[in-house]
């Protein structure tokens, strides 16, 4: 039986735009199995994950379960869990790190000030601070959720962790399995398709030195889809791969066709035409669909540089 990830790549289907959307990231390592609700079908205990999930609603958070690559392990109760909170904003984005040993302490976080860019409560409920490690590789592999993301995204994180990257963790849910192995690199938020170790290592050594690496690149997972494609046709149009310097700071229109405004640090501003339409032929979204469906596909029609006298139209 074909999987979903060798159909999206027999068809060539394109990853940019693809990223799930998120202001800020917020994960909480869980060893042991996971079910294909991570949150509510794990070791955590469910009341505590349905809680997260409701909290998180609305407010630009999303809430992941991480662990380590290798065996999977639980050792039980009582031990001490990572936790990490990343903005993924750019120009505004920060990565904290934390340890707990009672995940229940989550639920005192403010998510509606995380999502807003405010690590205060991060810090104060979990003594959190400024993460100093290397860049963080979370690598979907939730066999549950998806066969492709256990098939193809265990062996890629296994593969980085034995090559020394110790900012490797598995992830529960990073949407697109189809693209799999699928990757989010933190702290920038970039989400990284049909990764490779190659890839990925290009990705973290950009991270290293404040650069964005574009190849296989889905997007930023700050942007709504329209802007992910619209930030990532200007990097390549202007020759920017510094991390932070582009935003997306208007969109005009609405499905299927939108005018998006990026904004450089320097002041530079570029009006990006984004087309929607649907991808063809109808193809399974992920391995265990039930019909075949026709994903939403992002175009750049067009990009321009604004003048200074078009700036204000």
Not at 70 to 89: F, K, N
Not at 192 to 201: Q, S
Not at 285 to 306: D, F, Q, Y
């Amino acid at each position: 039986m074909s999987r979903c990830a060798s159909v999206s790549l027999s068809l060539d289907e394109p990853v940019s735009a693809t990223a799930a959307t998120a202001t800020t990231w917020l994960l909480l390592e869980q060893p042991g199995p996971w079910g294909a609700k991570a949150l509510t079908s794990s070791h955590l205990d469910p009341a505590v994950g349905r809680a997260l999930e409701t909290a998180a609603s609305g407010t630009g958070v999303r809430v992941a379960l991480i662990r380590r690559p290798g065996r999977h392990a639980d050792p039980g109760t009582g031990e001490i869990r990572q936790v990490y909170a990343a903005h993924t904003v750019p120009g505004r984005g920060w990565l904290r790190a934390a340890t707990t040993r009672d995940p229940r302490h989550l639920l005192d976080l403010d998510l509606g000030a995380l999502g807003a860019g405010d690590h205060r409560s991060f810090d104060a409920v979990l003594g959190g601070r400024p993460h100093t490690g290397d860049p963080l590789a979370l690598v979907c592999t939730n066999g549950k959720r998806d066969r492709c993301c256990a098939l193809l995204g265990r062996p890629l994180a296994t593969e980085l962790a034995a090559a020394g990257e110790d900012g490797v963790w598995e992830v529960t849910h990073l949407g697109g399995h189809r693209f799999a192995p699928t990757v989010l690199v933190l702290p920038y938020g970039y989400v990284y398709g049909r990764a490779d170790a190659r890839t990925l290592k290009k990705a973290l050594d950009g991270v290293r030195e404040g650069r964005v690496a574009v190849a296989g690149c889905r997007g930023c997972s700050a942007f709504e889809r329209p802007g992910q494609a619209a930030e990532l046709a200007v990097r390549e149009a202007a020759g920017e791969y510094r991390a932070g310097v582009l935003g997306v700071v208007r969109t005009d229109g609405a499905a299927p066709r939108w005018a998006v405004t990026v904004a450089h640090a320097d002041g530079r501003r570029w009006r990006v035409t984004v087309a929607r339409g649907a991808a063809l032929p109808p193809r399974p979204e992920s391995c265990g669909a039930a019909v075949l469906g026709t994903p939403a596909r992002m175009t750049v029609v067009a990009v321009r540089e604004l003048r200074p006298t078009a700036l204000a139209s």
